[in-house]
Structure formats: C-alpha cells, structure tokens
C-alpha cells in the first residue's frame, strides 16, 4: 500500500489530493473491525469471521442508493460490518486495502454514468490506478431495457474493476426499471456468497426494499400554454401541495404512474381477438384493466420481443431480431400494437400478459419553487402525439396528464430527489440555463426562488422551440424576470422563425465571449430538455473552448469532461 502512495506523489495531482485523504485511512481495517452496534441479527455461522464490505452507490434519481442502503441495512441485520457510501463522496485511495466491494450504479443519458459516479470511473482508469488483486466485488447495475445501451455504467464499471484484477463474488446483475426483485436477489446472492451460505442453511432474515410511497393530491388547473392548435400542446400544470405537503427543492422532479390510452388498449384487444373483460389468472384483473393500468404497451423493448418469439415462432420475426439494425429501429418505430400486426399471433390473455413489462413511471420536472410557493407544485408537460405508419400515437404519461384527468381529480405522485441538477450552494455562483421546450420547467422553479431571495443578475436564460408567437412558454413571467433583474440575460432562439434553422447553441456562438466570461467567474451551466440538444450544445462549447482558450480539441473535449465530472455542467436530458 505505501508502494502505491509514494508512487501517486510522483505522478499525480489528482491521485495525490487522494492520498493526502488516503493517510487518515491508515488505521482503516482497526477502526473499522470494532462493531459500532450490537447486530439485530446473529442468524448464521457463529464463528465466522468476515472483512468489512464497503458498499458504494452511482445515483441519479435515488433507485441505485435505496438498493445500497438496503444492503448496508442488510449485512448489519446479519452481523456483517458494512458501510455504504456515496460514490462522489468516496475515497479510491481506500481501493487497494479493501476486500469486499458491492456496487449498485444507474445508467443516465445514453450508456453513461450517472453523475456522483464520474469522477469514481475517471480515476478507476487513471493510468497510475494500482491493480486491485485482493478485491472482490459485485456489481447491480439499474437501466432500462429500452435505451441501446441497457446498464452501460454498471457494464464499464465491471469491465474496469477486472482489468485492475478484481475478482467477481458474483456475476454482474442487470436489472430493469422493474428492479425490486433482482435487485433483493442481487443482495441475498452476494451475501450468501460472501458468508458462505449453502441453499440448505438460507438465512431467517430476507433483504426488503422499501420503495417510499406514492401519495395523492388535487389536480387544481391546467391551462395551455402553447397557443393555437399544435399537435403536440404544452400545459402549465398545478398539484395542491398542502393535503400531503412535499418539501421539495428546485430541480427536483415528480414521478406518475400513467394510464394507458384506451383507444390503444382496445385497438389491441382487439387485433388478438380476446374479451376485454376476461379474468386473467395470473392477475386479479379483467384484461381490459391490466392493459390499462399494469402493464407498459406505448412503448416496446428487447425482452418482450424475447419473450413474444417464445410464442410466436415466426421466421420473419426472428429474422428481424438477428438483424440489430432493423430491430432497433423497429423498437424505436413502435408500440406493443404494431409488433402484433406486423407479426400475428393468436395466444390468449394470460399468455399475453405474460410477454409485457410492468407499466413504468414517468417523471416531469416540478417548474415551482418551494420557497416562492410551498402550496403547490407545477409541471411543464408536452402531450406526445404524433402520427407514424399511418397510425396516430399517444404516449401514455403525458396525456393522462394533459387529457385523461380533469380540474379536481387525484393523481398519484412520488418526489425524485435530483442533487445534481439543484441550484448551485452559493447564491453568488452565476448560473447560465440552457433549454428547449419543457426544459423552461426546471428553469421557472430556478427563477422563481432567486425572485424569492432576491438574487439579482446571476440568472442567463438561453432557450428555444420552434415558434415565438405560440411555442414561447412563459413568456410573460421570463420577461418580468427580465425587468426585474432577476434574469440578467435572455437569449431565445426560435427555429422555424426565418430560413435557416437556429437553436439555441446558435445564440452561446453568438455571445461567446460572455460565455467566456461568465465561466471565468464561476458560472455553473443547466442543460434541459431533448437529449440531442444536451449533444449540440456540448459539441459548441468544446469548439468555444478551442477558439475563445486556445486549446487543442483533445484539451477542449478533456475540459468538457471535468467540468460535467465536477458538477459545473448539470444536465437534465430526456
Ligand atoms: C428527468 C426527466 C424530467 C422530465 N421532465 C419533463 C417535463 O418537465 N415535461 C415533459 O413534458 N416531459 C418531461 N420528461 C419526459 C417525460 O418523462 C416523458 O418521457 C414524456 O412525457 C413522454 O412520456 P409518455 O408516457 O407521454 O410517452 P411514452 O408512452 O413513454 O412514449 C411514447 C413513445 O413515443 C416515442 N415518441 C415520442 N415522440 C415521438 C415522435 N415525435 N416521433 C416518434 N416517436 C416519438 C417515444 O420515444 C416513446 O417510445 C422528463 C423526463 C425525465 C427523464
Ligand atoms: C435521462 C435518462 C437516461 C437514461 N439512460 C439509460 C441508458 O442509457 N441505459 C439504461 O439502461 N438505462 C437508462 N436510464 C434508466 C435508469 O438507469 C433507470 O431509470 C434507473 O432505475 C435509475 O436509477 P437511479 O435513480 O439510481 O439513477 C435512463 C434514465 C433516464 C431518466
């Protein structure tokens, strides 16, 4: 271990402000073997004699840190020393003396890693990381089977782990948006693994994961807040916030469980040839129902192509899944109808079901601040409707939202915590929002509570849609901000409002050296909105990076790199 320290000195700042923190871990193992609590649990092997596990977790929205802690809550249960930790707040110098290391870690954006998860992967892949030969570790990765790239983060992470020399104490598991049951799997394997268990000796106590709950509240108003008829209108939204009030922070976001389209439910009941109020036996539903409320039917996945060739023994169909091409855009072109036209097959309810995956929820960022307005809670929401092969589509959250619930109903909603994306500590800190469409929402939460503490001319809007005389949202509000001071800068770019097309990283081109300028004091930057803008953007400023500072376009893409990995670009890309 003190080979690794010195040599850290020689090569490296990064990995010598670790070892400056890595020298209070000197008396790890000592201070750490002495039980701080009695275990509630002593179930198993009574002599035995286990190194502390160190648990770790890369989190956007809070599932990855609930499954850790549930494991850090676990191992205490059954007398394990454990520690769970926040990866951004863990120290890698601790990686060479540790022996045991589980890891539940999230996939953001496409195949990427979540925020508090970057800088860990950085310095996993420095040149002068120490090969990890006495770790064992086991990885749950969290995803969501839709995106290309299912549990990426949790995939590099293993890939890197083995070549540093770590050994698996069981296989990676990938779990999907419906994660509860492998990921407790995960947590009881790894244990059993750990401790040494046989199936014949199985514990007494069994991991739980204790989602919190969904509670209820009032739709109070809708009003729409694109003018004129759009096909895909945007509404201003508000929830009652006092029957069960949530102490959220700007940034933050809600997560629904949608209903499906009814029209869609029937149309697909209908191309089975099925009864609608048929009792399926695996649920205590009518089949109508399940489709309405249980099962995900907008939108189609892998797994459930996967599971329909079980039933379906079509050559056409399995032609398409070996073609990786074709099968991805067939994903990203249609619903769980489309797969039963294009490829027939008559099965009955239960079997049905048993293909699809549990409905899912959606989130929508809360465009209030708590500190402005703690009785409510508003969203920004655009209805999804559009028309392909001769079809109209809906997505399901968005018109339960905007259609499906009137002025007074309940809606059932959860709070997701979102730390990376909140407003910076320091009311000094500058902050550049950058934004499309809904991504005002997070935006108007931000402006409202700088209004409220009275922080004057830290605030640059720069934000687009395609038309300013009925797609700009807020366009009041955003203006009075303006005169008020609160917003120092507002930079708008209208697409479709003159020949050629401008966007928003169009205007950070055109105020480049303010851009500059702002950085320079600190500014921190927001991104929100549609993931191919969150792309542009990016690509601008590593080509500002090169014209305004001089640097090369590996310097540039580099600089990018650290200022995500250090929280100063903050994205919210959908
Ligand atoms: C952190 C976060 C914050 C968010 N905040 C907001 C917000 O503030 N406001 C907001 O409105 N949304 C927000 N979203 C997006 C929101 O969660 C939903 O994804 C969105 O409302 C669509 O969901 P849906 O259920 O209506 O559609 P779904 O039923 O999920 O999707 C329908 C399908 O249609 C596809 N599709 C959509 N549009 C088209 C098109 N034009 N052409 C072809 N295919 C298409 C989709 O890819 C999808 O496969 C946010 C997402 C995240 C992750
Ligand atoms: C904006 C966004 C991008 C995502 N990108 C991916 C992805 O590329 N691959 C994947 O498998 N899952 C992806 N997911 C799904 C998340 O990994 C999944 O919802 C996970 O349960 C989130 O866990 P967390 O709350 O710990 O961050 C994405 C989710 C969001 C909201």
Known sequence: MIGFVIKLKVYTTDLLFLLTKHASYMGFFSTLLKRKEKPLNLNILDNFNCPPVTILYGTKTGNAQLIAQQAHK??????????????????????????KLLIAVSTDGEGELPPNARKFFQLLQHDEMPMLNNLQYAICGLGDSSYDNFCGAGKMLDAQLQKLGAQTIINRVDCDLDFKKSALQWIQNTYDTIVGLKKSEETTVKPEVEMPDFVST????????????????????????????????????????????????????????????????????TLEYSLLYQFEITKLTRPVIRRYMKINDSAELKKLNDNKDELRQFINQSDVLDLLREYPCSMDADEFVSILQPIHSRYYSIASSYKAQSSQIDLTVKTVR????????????STFVNEGLDEGATINYRLVSNPSFHLPEDTDTPVIMIGVGTGIAPYRAFLQELNAQQIKKKAWLIWGDKHQSTDFLYEDEVIDYYKNDTLAFINTAFSRDQETKEYVQHRLTDYKERVMEWLDKGAVIYLCGHNQMGDQVKATLIQLYMSEKGMSEQQAKAHLRQHRDNNIIREDLY
């Not at 863990?90 to 540790?98: A, F, H, K, T, W």
């Not at 209108?233 to 102490?247: C, G, S």
């Not at 559009?386 to 959250?397: M, T, V």
Request: charged letters at 25%; aromatic letters at 8%.
């Open 386 to 397: 559009f028309q392909q092969k001769e079809r109209q589509y809906e997505g399901a959250g």
């Open 218 to 285: 009032r739709l109070l108003r809708r009003r729409q807040l694109t003018k004129a008829q759009v096909e895909q209108p945007v509404f201003h939204i508000e929830l009652d916030n006092t029957q069960h009030p949530i102490h959220y922070q700007a940034g933050d976001c809600i997560e629904i469980i949608p209903t499906n389209p009814a029209r869609l439910v029937s149309q697909i009941i209908e191309t089975l040839n099925l009864d609608k109020s048929q009792e399926l036996i695996s649920y205590n539903h």
């Open 74 to 99: 676990y191992y205490h249960q059954c007398g394990i020393e454990s520690e769970c930790h926040n990866m951004d707040k863990y120290d890698v110098g601790r990686l060479p003396s540790e022996h």
